[in-house]
C-alpha cells in the first residue's frame, strides 16, 4: 500500500489511462485513428512497454507523448509511432511504452 494507505494501479489501468488521454490530445482529437499494436524498442528485444516504479492512487500521473516515426500506408491513411512516458507529480518515471502504431487519416476534419 502506498503512504496514505492508497491502492496500487494496475499496469493495464495505467496503460488504459495513457490511450485515453492520447486520444483526447488537439492534434488527434476527431480524427479517424485507430490503435493497429506496438512495434517495441529494437534495444528491448522488442518490448514496449516497461513499469520502473509502482504508482499509487494517491499519486497524479503526468503523461507526454513523442511522435517517433511516421509512414504512409495508402492515399489515405498513413501510420505513426507515438511513445510514451508517465511521471509522478514529483518528477520519479513511472512508465515508458514506446512505439505504439496508429493508423491514422492523413486530412484531418475540418473544424466547424
Not at 6 to 29: C, D, K, P
Not at 39 to 58: A, M
Request: hydrophobic share 30%.
Amino acid at each position: 500500500m502506498g503512504s496514505n494507505g492508497s491502492s496500487l494501479v494496475s499496469g493495464r489501468a495505467i496503460l488504459a489511462r495513457m490511450e485515453g488521454e492520447f486520444t483526447r490530445l488537439s492534434q488527434i482529437y476527431g480524427n479517424a485513428i485507430l490503435f493497429y499494436g506496438t512495434d517495441g524498442d529494437k534495444d528491448w528485444d522488442h518490448r514496449s512497454t516497461r513499469f520502473l516504479k509502482p504508482l499509487y492512487t494517491d499519486q497524479v500521473l503526468k503523461i507526454k507523448f513523442t511522435l517517433a516515426d511516421k509512414t504512409d500506408t495508402d492515399s489515405d491513411y498513413g501510420m505513426i509511432a507515438v511513445n510514451c512516458e508517465g511521471k509522478t507529480e514529483d518528477g520519479e518515471l513511472v512508465v515508458v511504452s514506446k512505439r505504439n502504431l496508429y493508423r491514422i487519416k492523413k486530412e484531418p476534419p475540418r473544424n466547424q
